[in-house]
């Protein structure tokens, strides 16, 4: 099967397992998802490895020998978890995998099963044609990115690091998509940098009671406060290098005129990719969470919220001072899961291969170093000192909203983007 029509196939295959990680550990996990992955590997000689960390939610590892094995190697990693989708809402089935409109629609299509399908259409392909790359490559698919990792990326690398202990960079999600300019000029936004998880649960405390009385240390008031004044606070502008890099390099692209005195401006003019952008400039504490009571008439004991927290590289302190400012000592924070900023140099050859692997398949392509606001499976890997790059290329539609398909509803990728993703991919190989 030609290489373009394997990833197709490999790509719509991957969303039926409906791999859906809610959080809660309740679902059926990535175990059909890993198996189907390993006997794809298993078919063009490579041998894969299948890691339980717990029931069902399983992780592949195999290694592709290179022409120089006494390099050090390359990590490609992605995750086999999707998010939740409600199918009520969406045009196409989430979990169909519908090909309409010249895209794939299903959930995990961009996040990150599309990557996940170039990669294997890519690695089985120069298995069956003999094409080695210049070093090894270790291939990573991993459950449990979309909470937090404790069940994939972190199980391996704090129970199988020997799997890794040779590879000296990685790449992965979220980066290498493109961002139109005009008919010539497309940025592709390559990932070297990331803001740091600290998702929190917060606790108010007070005097249990019936509801008809008066109360004057009530937990639920003490937390609802405190959770709006973090809702509305807005944390102070940090422009760290590498939202400089980028924004020097969106300034000279679209002939934005950067303002130091009102960076916000600047970017809003980026469109829906504001979005993301718009949150490297500073941490943030969204509320997403309320919990509190069990009946209409009793005044509880406590309550609680969750909150997802992201802070800058080189700004945790400055955010946990800030939070506990604006929290006040009533309320107690504690955390449910947090993990470390990240941010490396573009530079080296690893940047020059992508670089130049984009230039190849689109001369108007032009890379550019960006800060994402979430996080990957990378700052995991980063702990046994490999360098992480967000680097799954796509040459999108000008009209995409393309940050909007992350969890969101319609997510799907054009076919187009899929072959385009797998030339460069193979490319990059040949020069990594």
Known sequence: MPVEDDVVELCRDLIRFGSVNDGTGQGKGERAAAEYVAEKLSEVGLEPQIFESATNRSSVVARMEGEDSSRPALLIHGHLDVVPAEPKEWTYDPFAAEVAEGCIWGRGAVDMLDMDAMVLSVVRDRMRTGRKPPRDVVLAFVADEEAGGVFGAQWLVQNKPDLFADCSEGISEV????????????????????????????????????????????????????????GRHQFPLHVTKTVRAFLDEMSDAFGIELDPD??????????????????????????????????????????????????????????????????????????????????????GALVDAMSNALKAEDPGARAVPYTLSGGTDAKSFSRLGIRGFGFAPLRLPAELDFSGMFHGIDERVPLESLAFGTRVLDRFLDQS
């Open 175 to 230: 980066g290498g998509f493109s961002l139109t300019v005009n008919d010539d000029v497309r940025l592709y936004l390559i990932e070297t940098a990331q803001k740091g998880m600290a998702w929190m649960r917060l606790t108010a405390t007070g005097t249990p009671g019936h509801g008809s009385m008066l109360s004057e240390d009530n937990a639920v008031t003490k937390l609802c406060e405190a959770v709006a004044r973090l």
């Open 262 to 347: 009102d960076m916000e401006a600047t970017v809003a003019k980026l469109g829906p990719l504001a979005r993301i952008v718009g949150a490297t400039l500073r941490n943030t504490a969204n509320p997403t969470m309320l919990d509190a009571g069990y009946k209409h008439n009793v005044i509880p004991g406590s309550a609680h919220a969750m909150v997802d927290g992201r802070f800058l590289p080189g700004f945790e302190d400055a955010f946990e001072r800030e939070l506990d400012e604006v929290l006040g000592s009533d309320i107690i924070r504690e955390y449910v899961h947090y993990d470390i900023a990240l941010e490396t140099e573009f530079e």
